[in-house]
């Protein structure tokens, strides 16, 4: 008991803590529309009404909806609902209201068919209906409780529930319905209905009407986000606050005011959810702003709002009703800082962004792939276009800019199509800097030192330009001869922290040292994984540590080791594409990497790959080679969308720790609790044969739960931690006996690691492992070396036994052997015609006591003499042969048996058939044999092998003899040849 109260005061500081952190946290920023991720079916969630948002002293989330009730941990939701053939389950499916008992860590559940009660560490429901109390109506709308009574307010009045006695006493209400309960700072029970708002007076019973002049008489929400002052949700009246003291009010409405929910969130902003109208938030300076459900992006999935929910990381929930549940995250934005959206005030042009640079003054300039550059001020939040187009004083010369650069001095260049163009501040203009004739396309500018600049083009190689001499080196590739570089298509060039100058190509990696006259060069090698995947380098760059991360068109990122081999990290290692544009390190030393299907992001110490997608309001998925870190850590990336803009607090590691749980232990896959919603801190006993244990973990953040990492530990088992990237289950097989711990913790997206839980348990030695087994063992030896002098004691008498036993099994061998020929065909392997006289009888008699059926079978091989005339007597016998196997195969029973009668005559003796059972049996014969064909040894003619079938079947008189039966059959054989052979004929009186 005192460590269950020190969990849940652990829990309430947490809580605690954590709202203060998120206070500061705008859930609406300015210039950005915010981000609204759904939960829906894809994520498992039943039904889409959501009509109640809770979350438990654990953390779980809970969803009322009107199809059930969900848990959900941020992957999985676990869904409870009406059981019709049992009575430990939801009162109704269709939930209206929840209310969290937060001390016992219970729910009381309003459904359509009264409360439910669910006690969570139990799984154990327990309803309360109209025909098992004295409930005034089934639909329970809302529950409120203080200390040990529960108030339910129901379409038809208010109930009160005294938890001692578990009895219900339920009042008239003015105007019947119960729309919300609240127990206002003066502990009155507050009782808000479609005629007003009323005070219940517990002390007799009554309902006293709290006069004030409601725009709308039906009070859908009571709050009271401020001491003394109410804030009431009205249907069709808007949002109404009412103040205890000074009786003073305020009407605020919208354009929709049917309000059927309100929230305050940490931001002080209030939230107005209403039936159609959709979302409306008020902020504290009383900025109106609107989510009606109905566009595509920026806005909530549905205009009806059903329920309204912030947890305690500041996450604000949104249940619809009829698309599921909105999640608006104070962590994620809408990340695209400037768009290229017709719609925008401030837009960049269309195309993908090639270049990006924040100047030492301050303003933002982004090169746009054949569109200009374009110089963007956020302070005045003005945006300047520069383009060839026109004459205008904006004006640019060439349009096509590949790279903006800021040299040491300050000096603004950018390559274009047509050389290299210097910013005049002064003069706002762009001159062209007279190094390279006119149509020189200009890819790379990088500044090494002594004024020396190294540029790299589209065709011509590379150059080093000293500005201070105008002396211009040239480097390149030249078909078929010794070459200075690898190809003269250059990317990208970097100049490192050793003065080393590295050139990206369009067919390798050039690397040149300081004092060196050539460069190194490095290419792909097939099938060496140390070296570069494919030739084609579009990015460089140097991270604080000093190692270079080379990016590649398709074949990833390579790690330059100094050694002169590469470590390369692609899709296979988790990157989100193999398609590499350009590198930033974040204020973490994570290398933000932007590629052609997002944003990829790798911890340099353990190479961990986050990766983030649109969904995580990065804007785009297609990224271009724009991209820059300022000096307040911000790092933008250029796309086939704009800019996106992504704060160097993205990864805060101040944020609170995720709680984690291990939520089931298995036992060979089946749980061995199953009442119990987690196993932290447990211990359990197996067997020596229960060793194959499996563990499943969750961690509860759901700020982007689908990219938590975990690390689990098998204390006794595992020699180290075990990186489970994103695998939220592990299973051990054959554990050997011992004592184990098994531990796990999280990390999630943004680098906050959990605290370490675990689970110990001990495997117990098997009873052949103890002392007591291994003294057993040693008088078990000590008896077999008795033993075995005793067994060599008695070997001569042994062996004479053994002797007369060997004559004795051959002469048994010998009288069988006789026997089998005694009744065996030599020929054909069925039995003798001696044999089936002597079954006959028995089967006769048996079939006279039991007064069942015997039934005889007798064929004949038709034309059976012209064979052998015709292919020879050998060829005779191999059809006889073949001929009894197939009759074998036909017999299914043990109780069936097949002789050979004579010559080609077979007879099948049947004990218990029926005649129709006779002539199916006789009928399959006839099926099997018409497969059969003289042996290609004797002929390569397609002879066909036909029989003549008689059948007699009947229940036997006391006095009918075996020959009367054989006669029978014989006619119905003879019936058959004369009736043209290849037939079947069945004996009639």
């Known amino acids: 008991m005192r460590e269950k109260s020190l969990k849940i005061l652990l829990f309430i500081l947490s809580f605690f803590t954590a709202i203060n952190i998120f206070g500061s946290d705008l859930l609406i920023k300015e210039k950005a529309s915010p981000l609204f991720d759904r939960i829906g079916r894809e994520e498992g969630l039943l039904n889409l009404s959501v009509s109640n948002i809770l979350q438990d002293r654990y953390g779980f989330l809970w969803f009322g909806t009107q199809g059930g009730l969900a848990k959900y941990d941020g992957k999985e939701i676990e869904i409870f609902r009406t059981d019709p053939f049992s009575e430990n389950g939801l009162a109704h499916n269709l939930i209206q209201t929840m209310y969290y008992d937060s001390e016992n860590h219970e729910l009381w559940i309003g459904t359509y068919q009264g409360v439910s009660r669910y006690f969570i560490h139990e799984d154990r429901f327990v309803n309360y209906t109209v025909e098992n109390t004295n409930l005034s109506n089934s639909v329970v709308v809302a529950i409120e409780k203080k200390e040990n009574t529960l108030w339910f307010g129901t379409l038809n009045g208010l109930n009160k529930l005294n938890l001692i006695n578990d009895e219900i006493t339920a009042y008239m209400v003015p105007g019947e319905v119960v729309r919300d309960l609240h127990y206002d700072s003066k502990g009155r029970l507050l009782v808000g209905t479609y005629q007003g708002l009323y005070d219940f007076n517990e002390e007799n019973d009554s309902f006293d009407k709290i006069e004030m002049d409601l725009p709308s008489p039906f009070v859908m929400v009571i709050k009271e986000f401020e001491k003394n002052i109410l804030t009431l949700g009205l249907w069709d009246g808007g949002l109404f606050e009412y103040n205890l003291v000074t009786n003073q009010t305020k009407n605020i409405t919208f354009e929709d005011n049917r309000v059927y929910a309100l929230y305050k969130t940490n931001d002080e902003t209030i939230w107005i959810g209403t039936w159609g109208g959709g979302l409306f938030a008020l902020d504290k300076d009383g900025k109106e702003y609107h989510f009606p459900g109905e566009k595509e992006s920026g806005d909530i999935p549905h205009p009806v709002v059903y329920s309204l929910f912030q947890d305690k990381t500041g996450i604000f929930w949104i249940g619809t009703n009829g698309n599921g549940i909105a999640k608006l995250n104070p962590r994620k934005s809408n990340y695209l800082f400037l768009s290229n959206n017709l ?55 060439n349009n096509s800019i590949v790279k903006i650069f800021e040299t040491k001095s300050e000096e603004l260049l950018l390559s274009t199509g047509n050389g290299i163009f210097k910013y005049d501040y002064k003069n706002n203009s762009f001159d062209r800097m007279n190094i390279f004739p006119t149509g020189t396309i200009i890819y790379a ?64 990696l050039n690397l040149l040292k300081p004092g060196a006259k050539e460069f190194n060069f490095f290419k792909e090698v097939k099938g060496d994984e140390n070296q570069l995947a494919v030739d084609t380098v579009q990015a460089l760059f140097e991270d604080s540590r000093g190692n270079i991360w080379i990016g590649t068109n398709g074949g990833g990122v390579a790690i330059y080791n100094e050694n002169g081999t590469f470590m390369n990290l692609s899709e296979k290692e988790g990157l989100s594409s193999n398609f590499i544009n350009g590198f930033v390190e974040g204020e973490s030393g994570d290398i933000w990497i932007s590629t052609n299907n997002g944003i990829s992001i790798v911890n340099p110490g353990n190479f961990e790959i986050t990766i983030l997608t649109p969904g995580d309001g990065i804007g785009a998925w297609e990224f271009s ?81 689908e990219k938590i990492k975990y690390m689990h530990y098998l204390k006794g088992f595992d020699k180290t931690w075990i990186n489970s990237g994103e695998r939220d289950y592990i299973t051990y097989s054959n554990l050997p006996f011992g004592n184990y711990e098994f531990l796990v913790y999280a990390k999630t997206m943004r680098g906050v690691i959990s605290d370490t839980v675990s689970f110990k348990f001990k495997i117990e030695k098997p009873w052949y492992r103890t002392y007591l087994a291994y003294f057993m063992y040693i008088i078990s030896f000590l008896l077999v070396i008795y033993g075995f002098f005793k067994v060599w004691e008695a070997r001569l008498l042994n062996e004479k036994n053994s002797e007369l036993a060997d004559m004795n099994i051959q002469l048994e061998t010998a009288n069988k052997n006789l026997e089998d020929l005694s009744i065996t065909d030599s020929l054909t392997g069925v039995y003798n015609r001696r044999y089936f006289d002597s079954l006959i009888d028995e089967y006769l008699n048996l079939s006279k006591r039991g007064n069942d059926n015997i039934s005889l079978i007798m064929m004949d091989l038709d034309d059976f003499k012209e064979i052998n005339d015709t292919y020879g007597h050998l060829a005779g016998d191999y059809i006889l042969k073949d001929l009894a196997e197939a009759i074998k195969s036909s017999l299914k029973r043990s109780t069936d048996y097949v ?59 006391v006095d009918t003899k075996k020959d009367e039966i054989i006669k029978k059959a014989d006619k119905a054989l003879y019936s058959a040849k004369e009736n043209g052979k290849n037939q079947i004929q069945v004996y009639k009186q």
């Open 445 to 508: 500018i990088e500044e090494a030192d002594k004024g020396n600049l190294w540029i790299g083009t589209y065709s011509e190689g590379a150059f080093k330009y000293n500005v201070n001499t105008e002396t211009l080196v040239q480097y390149k590739y030249v078909e078929h001869q010794v070459s200075e570089l690898t190809d003269n298509l250059v990317f990208d060039i970097l100049v490192d922290t050793k003065d080393r100058v590295w050139i990206g190509t369009n067919n390798g």
């Open 625 to 705: 080679s724009g991209r820059f870190q300022d000096d307040e850590g911000n790092l933008y990336f250029g796309s086939n969308k704009g800019v996106t803009k992504i704060p160097g607090s993205f990864k805060d590691r101040t944020l609170p720790k995720p709680e984690i749980y291990i939520t089931n232990v298995e036992l060979f896959q089946k749980p061995i609790e199953k009442d119990y919603s987690f196993f932290n801190g447990m211990e359990r006993i197996f067997s020596h044969y229960e060793n194959s244990l499996s563990f499943r973990y969750s961690a509860l953040d759901y700020d982007s739960p």
């Open 343 to 397: 719609h925008e005030d401030i837009k960049l042009p269309p195309g993908k962004v090639n270049s990006i640079l924040k100047d030492s003054k301050g303003y933002l300039w982004v090169a746009v792939y054949n569109s200009g550059i374009n110089r963007y001020d956020e302070e005045t939040n003005k945006m300047i276009h520069y383009t060839s187009n026109g004459n205008s004083q904006n004006y640019i010369p």
């Open 899 to 957: 002789s050979r009668y004579g010559g080609d005559e077979f007879v099948i003796l049947l004990y218990d058939t029926d005649e129709e059972g006779t002539k199916k049996i006789a009928n399959m014969i006839k099926h099997s044999v018409s497969k059969l064909r003289i042996r290609k040894d004797f002929t390569n003619n397609n002879v066909e092998i036909t029989v003549s079938i008689g059948i007699y079947s009947a229940v036997p008189e």
